[in-house]
C-alpha cells in the first residue's frame, strides 16, 4: 500500500471542498471496496478525507410521502429499518441479498452506489483493462467473459456493476443529493447518475471533482408486490450472474431492473409496459440490441428465465 494523508472532515460542504483542492483524494467511509483496491495497487489516493463523523446516518420521512437515506447509513441497518421494511421491501430484499453481515455492517448507501466492477481483468493488474488504465485495451473482449456484460457495452469496456442495492433503487426510481465544494446541492435521477462505458469506461458517473453524495431519496411508496431474485454461482459471498428487481401490482403494471448484465443498473421504462404479455416480452425489450460473448450468451435465456420465475412468485402471492 503506498502512502497517504488523512484528515478528517467537519462537514459536508468541508469535505466537498478538501477533495477538489487535494490532487488524487478519496473519501472514505466503510472502504470495504477502497481499502481492497489500495492494497492492490488499483486506486492510488495520495489523501484519504474521512466523512464518517458527519450527520449522514439517519433515515427520515420526507414532507411528499417517501424516505430520505443518508449517505453513511449502513447497509445492515437500511435493510432491517421498519420503513424499508414496510413500504420498500425490493430494498431490503436486495440488500440482504448482496453480501455478508460482517460487510453489510461496515458498508454505506453511497459507497454501495459507487463500488467499482469485479471484473477479474480490472482486479489483475497485469492485464490491460480501459477502467483501471485508459487507452490500455480490454482483456475481457478476448478473455473469460462469462461474468460480463450482455447489453450497454462498448468495444473499450463489457464489465458490470456489482451493486444489489442499485438495482433496486433504480426500480424504485431513487434521486441521488449532493453537494459541491461550493456548498450548492444537487439531485441526480439514479437513471442518469451511473454511465454507460462508451470510450470513457474508467467515468462510472456523473458526479464531479469533490462532489459528496450525502443522500439517497426514495419517492413515495408505490405498493405492489415487490421481489428481489438473484442468480449466481453459490448461494452467498457471490455477485450477480443475473438478478431481476421487480414491481407488480394488482393490474398487473409494474417496473423491472436487472443487475448483472450492464455497466449501470438495467431498466428500459418501454419493457415496463409490457409486464402484462409475460417474461418473453419482457425480455425482449430489456435487451434489444445486446451483444454477447460465446461465454455470456446464456445469459439471455437466464434474464427470461429469472424474470419469468419472478413474475409467477409475484402471480402466487397475488392469487
Known amino acids: ?38 492494497k492492490i495497487d488499483i486506486e492510488q489516493p495520495a489523501h484519504l478525507i474521512d466523512v464518517n463523523g458527519l450527520d449522514l446516518a439517519r433515515i427520515e420521512g420526507t414532507d411528499d410521502g417517501g424516505v430520505r437515506i443518508g449517505a453513511l447509513v449502513r447497509n445492515t441497518d437500511l435493510a432491517a429499518d421498519a420503513r424499508i421494511r414496510r413500504d420498500y421491501p425490493l430494498l431490503s430484499r436486495a440488500l440482504l441479498a448482496g453480501a455478508s453481515g460482517q460487510l453489510r455492517n461496515k458498508a454505506t448507501t453511497a459507497g454501495n452506489l459507487l463500488q467499482r466492477t469485479r471484473c477479474p481483468y480490472f482486479y489483475d493488474t497485469n492485464q490491460a483493462c480501459n477502467k483501471r488504465l485508459p487507452g490500455s485495451g480490454c482483456a475481457a473482449l478476448g478473455g473469460f467473459s462469462r ?24 426500480a424504485l426510481d431513487a434521486t441521488v443529493e449532493t453537494v459541491k465544494p461550493d456548498g450548492s446541492v444537487r439531485r441526480i435521477p439514479i437513471a442518469d447518475f451511473h454511465t454507460l462505458p462508451g470510450n470513457t469506461p474508467h467515468i462510472e458517473n456523473v458526479l464531479t471533482k469533490g462532489e459528496l453524495i450525502t443522500a439517497v431519496t426514495l419517492p413515495k411508496p408505490i405498493g405492489g408486490h415487490q421481489l428481489y431474485h438473484k442468480v449466481r454461482d453459490r448461494a452467498s459471498y457471490a455477485f450477480a450472474l443475473v438478478s431481476v428487481a421487480l414491481v407488480v401490482q394488482a393490474n398487473g403494471s409494474g417496473r423491472v431492473a436487472l443487475g448483472g448484465v450492464a455497466h449501470k ?29 460465446d461465454d455470456n450468451a446464456f445469459k439471455l435465456t437466464l434474464v427470461e428465465r429469472t424474470l419469468a420465475a419472478t413474475l409467477a412468485e409475484a402471480k402466487e402471492r397475488t392469487a
Open 265 to 293: 443498473p438495467w431498466r428500459v421504462e418501454a419493457a415496463d409496459a409490457e409486464l402484462p404479455k409475460g417474461a418473453k416480452a419482457v425480455a425482449a425489450r430489456l435487451l434489444a440490441g445486446a451483444q454477447t460473448t
Open 1 to 38: 500500500m503506498r502512502p497517504f494523508t488523512y484528515e478528517r472532515a467537519e462537514s459536508p460542504q468541508a469535505a466537498a471542498a478538501a477533495a477538489a483542492k487535494t490532487p488524487n483524494a478519496r473519501f472514505i467511509a466503510g472502504g470495504t471496496n477502497l481499502l481492497d483496491l489500495m
Open 147 to 170: 461474468s460480463h456484460a450482455v447489453v450497454g457495452g462498448s468495444k473499450a469496456c463489457i464489465a458490470v456493476h456489482p451493486s444489489d442495492m442499485a438495482v433496486a433503487m433504480r
